[in-house]
């Protein structure tokens, strides 16, 4: 049971950190305007902003899957530097098994990356 203690207030931690944060913008923060009910309203407020530049076109124009392609490796090779940064901490404990298991690793990563490449998600 005393191993469960840390993890209990660790989760205690997280909702008392969490709940004033979203309560307090309920309880302090601007009221939304009622139907029917006239504000501040105003179109420019409003609008989103973007580098300074006025929106045009519509919002919901469609994008190449290539855009979500990208964005997918990223986060793959992304949490790969992420595994790889323990595995070098903890390189000299492993030994030889480590490091194989390791170039196992980036060679199954290495192989979807040319299967990716060769695909052509990574052409503009």
């Given at each position: 049971m005393?191993?469960?203690?840390?993890?209990?207030?660790?989760?205690?931690?997280?909702?008392?950190i969490?709940?004033p944060?979203?309560?307090?913008?309920?309880?302090?923060?601007?009221?939304?305007?009622?139907?029917?009910?006239r504000?501040?309203?105003?179109?420019?407020?409003?609008?989103?902003?973007?580098?300074?530049?006025p929106?045009?076109?519509?919002?919901?124009?469609?994008?190449?899957?290539?855009?979500?392609?990208?964005?997918?490796?990223?986060?793959?090779?992304?949490?790969?530097?992420?595994?790889?940064?323990?595995?070098?901490?903890?390189?000299?404990k492993?030994?030889?098994?480590?490091?194989?298991?390791?170039?196992?690793?980036i060679?199954?990563?290495?192989?979807?990356?040319?299967?990716?490449?060769?695909?052509?998600?990574?052409?503009?």
């Amino acid at each position: 049971m005393a191993d469960y203690v840390a993890v209990l207030l660790a989760a205690l931690l997280g909702v008392g950190i969490l709940l004033p944060l979203v309560l307090l913008p309920k309880l302090v923060g601007p009221r939304a305007l009622r139907s029917g009910e006239r504000g501040d309203y105003d179109r420019v407020k409003e609008s989103p902003y973007e580098c300074g530049v006025p929106p045009t076109g519509d919002a919901r124009r469609r994008f190449s899957v290539k855009f979500f392609l990208v964005a997918l490796l990223f986060v793959i090779f992304d949490l790969e530097g992420v595994l790889i940064y323990p595995w070098a901490v903890t390189f000299q404990k492993l030994g030889v098994v480590g490091f194989v298991e390791m170039l196992i690793f980036i060679g199954v990563l290495a192989l979807g990356l040319a299967y990716v490449w060769r695909k052509g998600a990574l052409e503009w």
